[in-house]
């Protein structure tokens, strides 16, 4: 009869490791494009509909706080993106494996899928608030209906 060899876990191996959630993770991967592709379609959404409400295009908006309310959902997109690359920032820190006796960081192990989610966190998030504020400069820059 053989006795199994003791397999160590995750917080035996690491006993210092903090731990980046998995729904930080994934929040930090996918809130950024989310914000962006809401802030895209509600805003066309509303500009085509005060720009064009039937057959005949309008010289201004219908609606007398559509670029406020437009602005105000850009605001609302680049504070989201900021936090989700905060949050993914965090992740990236709290996915570090620490080995308290060394002093430096272990080999990579099992544990590199969080990093690589918090990487692609950052990533995709920083690309996409450029996306968010190249949008918003074109409504602060461009008129809004055909006038």
Do not use: K
């Amino acid at each position: 009869m053989t006795v199994a060899a003791h397999q160590p876990s995750r917080a035996e191996e690491l006993p210092n490791q903090r731990r980046a959630s998995l729904l930080a993770l994934w929040t930090g991967l996918v809130a950024a494009p989310l914000a962006w592709a809401v802030q895209l379609q509600v805003g066309y959404a509303m500009t085509a509909h005060g720009c064009f409400p039937r057959d005949v295009p309008l010289q201004a908006p219908l609606l007398s706080g559509l670029r406020m309310g437009l602005l105000l959902g850009s605001v609302l997109a680049i504070a989201i993106a900021l936090g989700a690359i905060a949050l993914s920032c965090r992740s990236w820190v709290h996915s570090r494996p620490v080995d308290a006796t060394a002093g430096r960081p272990p080999p990579i192990g099992r544990d590199g899928r969080s990093r690589f989610l918090a990487a692609s966190g950052i990533l995709t998030s920083v690309l996409f608030l450029i996306a968010i504020i190249f949008e918003t400069s074109a409504l602060l820059l461009s008129p809004l209906c055909g006038g």
